[in-house]
């Protein structure tokens, strides 16, 4: 079955939006009725993290860009139940922020972090660093960051997660990926517990068998990027603010019920009092119109991590990471983020400038203008 015809057979399923309502007879996309979720507090909604046992609240909470504890804090107080930060979130210094803000509330929540390292014993040192810095003498969740091929699942890294449950440091393995389908048979074979994932609306139709392919392996999906990077937004058209595209996109990822949590950014009190009114609500169709709507002003920039453009850079560049990183810095205001991940690369794929090359190789099927995104990582990052 071709690309295309996938598509459209996932979109009528109702696991992405269908291409009718992107945009009026005039191409201009139409109002919407903005769907308004109802007031904090919402009802308190859990469902089983794989067969861990554990039973976090469906709204979870995504400490990469929190710098205000407090509202940490009155998430755990309002009764939300999964945290999620890793080692190297804001220079390394958003573990201790967490840590300080749980307090003596540790132990009412699940807590997840994360490890960069890329072998045995630098992972379970940061580990180490991780319980130190967190306040705890163990974490419910430890992901292997960012592993988007199997390749990068290594068989080291593996072991050091077996050894760190071993020692009680951790309770149960994970792994996080912007690249579910590519690796999903990797992290099953390799008998994770959980897999934090790439999902939202914007994303293509491989992402919802991948799921359920873990589901039916008793791995736990945890969904980031939840939101297709809306966390800011370019513009300042009334649906790009919240209540509106950002509740709709993030009451799209639960109605999949082989999702168990969802770990949404929040920086300030009304995004957490926001998302926390999700539970206990329906994804309807004012919300649908309205995502449409949405997914066609993102289009031009907004990187679904189809994988298409792998391998198709003439320079080598790996696209659809360098887009991410971008988006880090426009469009969650996190440009440090962005250039630590811009620095991971190699020395070669960071020296090259895409305004040098006569025509760009790359072609994305979903229309992002890939060449103005990379131009533009390269100018703030390089």
Same mark, same amino acid.
């Given at each position: 079955?071709?690309?295309?015809?996938?598509?459209?057979?996932?979109?009528?399923?109702?696991?992405?939006?269908?291409?009718?309502?992107?945009?009026?007879?005039?191409?201009?996309?139409?109002?919407?009725?903005?769907?308004?979720?109802?007031a904090a507090p919402g009802k308190l909604t859990y469902r089983t993290l794989g067969k861990t046992g554990l039973k976090?609240?469906?709204?979870?909470?995504?400490?990469?860009?929190?710098?205000?504890?407090?509202?940490?804090?009155?998430?755990?107080?309002?009764?939300?139940?999964?945290?999620?930060?890793?080692?190297?979130?804001?220079?390394?210094?958003?573990?201790?922020?967490?840590?300080?803000?749980?307090?003596?509330?540790?132990?009412?929540?699940?807590?997840?972090?994360?490890?960069?390292?890329?072998?045995?014993?630098?992972?379970?040192?940061?580990?180490?660093?991780?319980?130190?810095?967190?306040?705890?003498?163990?974490?419910?969740?430890?992901?292997?960051?960012?592993?988007?091929?199997?390749?990068?699942?290594?068989?080291?890294?593996?072991?050091?997660?077996?050894?760190?449950?071993?020692?009680?440091?951790?309770?149960?393995?994970?792994?996080?990926?912007?690249?579910?389908?590519?690796?999903?048979?990797?992290?099953?074979?390799?008998?994770?517990?959980?897999?934090?994932?790439?999902?939202?609306?914007?994303?293509?139709?491989?992402?919802?068998?991948?799921?359920?392919?873990?589901?039916?392996?008793?791995?736990?999906?945890?969904?980031?990027?939840v939101m297709a990077g809306g966390v800011r937004g370019r513009d300042s058209k009334p649906q790009m603010k919240r209540?509106?595209?950002?509740?709709?996109?993030?009451?799209?990822?639960?109605?999949?019920?082989?999702?168990?949590?969802?770990?949404?950014?929040?920086?300030?009190?009304?995004?957490?009092?926001?998302?926390?009114?999700?539970?206990?609500?329906?994804?309807?169709?004012?919300?649908?119109?309205?995502?449409?709507?949405?997914?066609?002003?993102?289009?031009?920039?907004? $990187?679904?991590? %189809?994988?298409? /453009?792998?391998?198709? &850079?003439?320079? +080598?560049?790996? =696209?659809?990471?360098? @887009?991410?990183?971008?988006?880090?810095?426009?469009?969650?205001?996190?440009?440090?983020?962005?250039?630590?991940?811009?620095?991971?690369?190699?020395?070669?794929?960071?020296?090259?400038? $895409?305004?040098? %090359?006569?025509? /760009?190789?790359?072609? &994305?099927?979903? +229309?992002?203008? =890939?060449?103005?995104? @990379?131009?533009?990582?390269?100018?703030?990052?390089?």
């Amino acid at each position: 079955m071709n690309r295309d015809s996938s598509r459209r057979n996932f979109l009528a399923a109702g696991l992405a939006l269908p291409a009718a309502g992107l945009a009026s007879a005039t191409g201009v996309p139409s109002p919407s009725p903005v769907p308004t979720p109802q007031a904090a507090p919402g009802k308190l909604t859990y469902r089983t993290l794989g067969k861990t046992g554990l039973k976090p609240t469906i709204v979870g909470y995504g400490c990469m860009i929190t710098s205000d504890p407090t509202v940490i804090t009155r998430a755990v107080d309002m009764g939300i139940t999964y945290f999620d930060t890793s080692r190297h979130y804001q220079g390394g210094q958003n573990e201790r922020m967490v840590g300080a803000a749980l307090g003596a509330k540790r132990k009412d929540i699940i807590l997840s972090s994360k490890v960069d390292a890329k072998d045995k014993a630098g992972a379970l040192a940061e580990l180490d660093t991780s319980l130190k810095e967190l306040g705890t003498d163990h974490l419910d969740m430890w992901h292997l960051h960012g592993k988007d091929t199997p390749e990068d699942i290594s068989d080291e890294l593996i072991d050091a997660e077996r050894t760190a449950k071993q020692q009680g440091k951790i309770r149960f393995t994970a792994v996080s990926t912007h690249q579910l389908p590519k690796v999903v048979d990797r992290i099953i074979a390799a008998k994770f517990d959980s897999v934090t994932a790439a999902y939202n609306f914007s994303m293509d139709p491989d992402w919802g068998p991948a799921i359920e392919k873990l589901n039916q392996a008793g791995i736990g999906v945890v969904a980031m990027k939840v939101m297709a990077g809306g966390v800011r937004g370019r513009d300042s058209k009334p649906q790009m603010k919240r209540p509106g595209a950002l509740v709709s996109a993030l009451k799209w990822v639960l109605k999949n019920p082989g999702v168990s949590t969802t770990i949404p950014s929040m920086t300030d009190i009304d995004q957490l009092e926001q998302n926390f009114a999700v539970m206990g609500t329906k994804f309807e169709a004012a919300d649908e119109k309205l995502l449409a709507e949405r997914l066609e002003e993102i289009r031009t920039y907004h $990187c679904r991590m %189809c994988g298409q /453009c792998d391998g198709q &850079c003439a320079q +080598g560049l790996p =696209v659809a990471n360098m @887009l991410r990183f971008g988006m880090y810095a426009d469009r969650y205001g996190q440009f440090a983020l962005g250039r630590e991940h811009f620095l991971t690369l190699s020395a070669a794929h960071q020296s090259v400038r $895409c305004a040098d %090359c006569t025509s /760009c190789t790359v072609h &994305c099927p979903n +229309g992002v203008h =890939v060449t103005e995104g @990379l131009i533009r990582a390269q100018e703030i990052f390089g």
